[in-house]
């Protein structure tokens, strides 16, 4: 439709020869210009590069912009032993990975009963879920701060799992709600008269063809806790449970850091989000497309 | 059995609402079970919480004792707060920066990388392009907020970048200037947030039929008339998707606020949920906190409901046309 209107304005069929010509000029321009605002984006990775590897007083006669006149790595390695950074890894992979895969499970649970079992009230349900993963985290926070503190869980790396697992399986729930909604009824009831019961189906005929999906969800999961930070902040006040994101935001908050320091502490802090995504991206384009495919 | 019960299957009618047959209503008991886990998580951690939130917010609580019944005081006084008011009023510069901007710039972006460089160039060209503007999204924000916050402090790489390039009389303390502190965060927020739209609006770009394009290019129409007739009305549903997420995302921004400027100078970069965090945990005003937290609630609840009906109507007019 859209297409014969834009003929029916404009037949200019001389034109063409032209167009492709100046066409072949201005794609170059375009290039240039897409290049140009990508590498701007890139700026501030080179500051922070630049400056991780400066001294002090490189810095304060240098200037930010200077080349550092030595390789020096101690800024590194004192932000390295100053958070005790390999503990802030571990805490940070203990957390992310836990809800990774506990919202997962929990996910698929709830998901079972409502995209196939479709339990009554299930568009309510469902839109409670789609509501919990909309609200604002400090309309949880307090209530959460104080049971925490009531039931012996502050400071602890469990509170911070617990929470995350139900906030992403909100959002897993309702994506995997309406992926099994259309799941073909005949593979559930060819499984049902061989006899499987629900469990069976849930984990040899359900789990099998989502995979894909699942994987996504568990890698969105991950990045996504791994990234957070108000929760973990409220929740984990102690050297030893706290997360990357949180020791190097609490240090900076001390004004303890000098500017090579805040650039080798960042640029620590930022190394294993990018490993991440480099190791997922083929996941995550694969599971896609995996999911299109159906 | 098992006859009756596929035969039973097949007839169930397609509308939710209809009948259904006593041995299906069995099966689907059992299923409830499976929710069992799910929905008391949810209670304990959000239902709960939630609730409690909005009676503390009907109360004077400083989270030691027992909270003390108050009525709507916290409101009164929230709607003559100053410092509410600006934080909303910076909501809407939030909006622009994560929204509106990344929206519109996503738009054209995507479509210069996925028709231009992805179809007159490789596609790795398009794809390693796309990857840098996607980077800063993977990053933890408050990383990426700390360095930002580096580079626009007074000694900071910003102000040695404008000496260097011959404005050096325009250094400047970017964010401990209220006057250009927020448009520095706003600046900040769309570096942060370009990438997702791109990303998503090249996925989606994916999706249209090339020949669509093909037959629009030989009637000799130009790109501007191919995305305008083509390109946005194919990706409409994508292109709401990523302005909702966005505008709750804008709505409930805390993480770079707190790393770049926690709020400051006097305000001038104040949110509302920065806002609710300093009035719980720095003012202990557990149950004013907990009234800016209802109340940002709502809006996001309004903001959702909103956008879905538009969504909804858009959806059914196009299935009309």
């Keep these: 439709m859209a297409v014969t209107t834009i003929t029916a304005g404009r037949p200019k069929s001389p034109r063409k020869s032209s167009d492709r010509h100046r066409r072949g000029v201005s794609r170059w321009i375009i290039l240039a210009l897409v290049t140009i605002a990508a590498l701007a984006m890139l700026v501030p990775f080179v500051f922070m590069l630049l400056n991780a590897f400066k001294s002090p007083g490189d810095y304060s006669t240098g200037g930010p912009l200077s080349w550092p006149s030595e390789f020096y790595t101690k800024g590194l390695s004192n932000y390295w032993h100053q958070v005790n950074f390999p503990l802030k890894l571990w805490n940070s992979l203990l957390i992310a990975g836990s809800v990774a895969v506990l919202g997962v499970v929990v996910s698929l649970l709830n998901a079972y009963a409502l995209g196939i079992g479709r339990v009554k009230g299930r568009l309510w ?10 609200l604002p ?12 503190k009531q039931v012996g869980l502050y400071n602890t790396q469990l509170s911070v799992i617990i929470i995350f697992t139900v906030i992403q399986s909100a959002f897993g729930t ?43 969800l568990l890698i969105f999961f991950f990045i996504w806790t791994w990234n957070e930070f108000l929760i973990p902040l409220v929740m984990l006040i102690d050297n030893s449970t706290q997360t990357i994101p949180v020791a190097l935001a609490s240090l900076q908050g001390d004004r303890l850091m000098d500017a090579p320091t805040t650039n080798a502490g960042a640029l620590i802090s930022l190394i294993p989000a990018v490993l991440f995504f480099i190791i997922f991206q083929r996941t995550l384009s694969r599971g896609i497309t995996a999911g299109a495919e159906k | 059995m098992a006859l009756t019960e596929t035969s039973a299957a097949q007839q169930r009618p397609a509308t939710p609402a209809a009948p259904k047959p006593p041995k299906r209503k069995r099966g689907g008991a059992g299923y409830w079970l499976y929710l069992l886990p799910g929905a008391l998580l949810f209670l304990v951690v959000i239902g709960g919480p939630l609730i409690a939130t909005v009676y503390l917010s009907l109360t004077k609580w400083s989270g030691i004792g027992d909270p003390t019944f108050i009525g709507f005081d916290n409101y009164t006084r929230l709607f003559q ?22 929206t519109l710039a996503g738009l054209v972006l995507a479509s210069v990388l996925f028709d231009v460089i992805g179809r ?12 840098a503007f996607y980077l800063p999204q993977v990053l933890p924000v408050v990383v990426a907020g700390i360095v930002w916050g580096w580079i626009l402090r007074p000694d900071g790489a910003f102000n040695g970048l404008l000496d260097v390039i011959g404005l050096g009389a325009l250094r400047h303390d970017w964010l401990g200037d209220p006057n250009t502190a927020l448009p520095s965060v706003m600046g900040v927020m769309i570096w942060v947030q370009i990438g997702y739209p791109v990303v998503v609006f090249m996925a989606a770009l994916q999706r249209i039929d090339p020949e669509l394009h093909e037959a629009a290019e030989v009637d000799g129409a130009n790109w501007w008339h191919r995305f305008k007739a083509i390109t946005l009305p194919q990706i409409r549903p994508e292109t709401f998707v990523v302005a909702l997420t966005c505008t709750i995302a804008a709505l409930k921004v805390f993480g770079p606020v707190f790393a770049l400027t926690r ?13 609710a965090y300093y009035t719980f945990f720095k003012k202990l005003q557990v149950g004013y906190g907990s009234a800016i937290s209802t109340v940002l609630t709502l809006i996001i609840i309004i903001v959702a409901a909103v956008f879905i009906y538009l969504q909804y109507r858009n959806e059914r007019q196009d299935r009309e046309v």
């Design chain 2, 81 to 102: 707060d100053e410092v509410f008011w600006q934080s909303f009023k910076n909501t809407v510069a939030m909006i622009i920066a994560m929204v509106v901007v990344p």
């Design chain 1, 125 to 134: 349900i469902v839109g409670l879920f789609l509501l919990a993963n909309m």
């Design chain 1, 137 to 148: 985290q400090e309309a949880l926070i307090y209530p959460l701060y104080y049971a925490a």
């Design chain 1, 174 to 216: 309702y994506l995997l709600a309406s992926v099994l909604s259309t799941f073909p009824k005949s593979v559930l009831e060819a499984a049902s008269l061989d006899g499987a019961g629900k469990w069976t189906v849930l984990w040899r005929v359900v789990f099998p063809n989502l995979r894909p999906t699942l994987a996504v």
């Design chain 2, 120 to 131: 007159k160039f490789k596609p790795r060209t398009a794809s390693a392009l796309r990857a």
């Design chain 2, 263 to 275: 709020g400051g100078p006097e305000n001038a970069t104040n949110v509302p949920s920065y806002f």
